[in-house]
């Protein structure tokens, strides 16, 4: 089980202190509660961060809003050496 308790957006911008390069940023951040994992006692929480541009893709016509207290199914593929958010269902 993977239920949605909240979501933010956060927008802004920071310096790599390495290279001195200004990175702008503009991302959904959704929260969730799972019981997946076994080692956990009950519920552990987390969160899922999803580029704006991405959103559309990713969520397809679910409002962030939406999401808040059901259940959801998100889906990840391989890309390369990763393995990256594919999309999000309700469940």
Do not use: H
């Amino acid at each position: 089980m993977i239920k949605v308790v909240g979501f933010e957006t956060k927008k802004g911008s920071f310096t790599n202190q390495q290279t001195g390069e200004v990175i702008d940023y503009d991302n959904l951040i959704i929260y969730y509660v799972s019981d997946l994992k076994e080692e956990v006692e009950g519920l552990y929480s987390s969160e899922i961060k999803i580029k704006s541009k991405d959103i559309k893709k990713i969520l397809g016509d679910i409002k962030p809003s939406e999401m808040i207290n059901k259940e959801i199914i998100p889906y990840y593929i391989p890309v390369g050496n990763s393995v990256v958010l594919n999309r999000i269902d309700l469940a």
